[in-house]
């Protein structure tokens, strides 16, 4: 049974960076697409970046291109979000999620695909 484990969530202030990881087990890694999701307080599950699983085309949501930069590491089985210049509306809970067929190459945000989840890590962003 495959696991998303995500790390690096925590308290930061506004300006600064984080760099999230999700490492999988359970399965292979290089052969599945991978995407970051979000849950902000009061609100629905968002896309936030995927990466295919070559790992040469990659997708972002409109609010954090240039911003946010998704990198996956088949040797660690691990894949990364770097998150700079934070602000408050980035507050939200991330999840690592991967879809469950292999060679993935429908939409980036994994629409009515069956997607393995993560528990989610915290992210805090103080004014």
């Known amino acids: 049974q495959v696991q998303l484990v995500e790390s690096g969530g925590g308290l930061v202030q506004a300006g600064d960076s984080l760099r999230l990881s999700c490492t999988v087990s359970?399965?292979?890694?290089?052969?599945?697409?991978m995407g970051w999701f979000r849950q902000a307080p009061g609100r629905e599950r968002e896309f936030v970046a995927f990466?295919?699983?070559?790992?040469?085309?990659?997708g972002y949501a409109d609010s954090v291109k240039g911003r946010f930069n998704i990198a996956r590491d088949n040797a660690e089985k691990t894949l990364y979000l770097q998150m700079n210049d934070l602000n408050p509306e980035h507050t939200a809970v991330y999840y690592c999620?991967?879809?469950?067929?292999?060679?993935?190459?429908?939409?980036?945000?994994?629409?009515?695909?069956?997607?393995?989840w993560g528990q989610g890590t915290q992210v805090t962003v103080s004014s």
């Open positions: 359970g399965r292979s890694f290089e052969y599945y697409a």
């Open positions: 990466i295919s699983w070559r790992g040469e085309s990659t």
């Open positions: 999620a991967s879809p469950e067929s292999a060679f993935y190459s429908g939409a980036t945000n994994m629409k009515d695909e069956n997607v393995s």
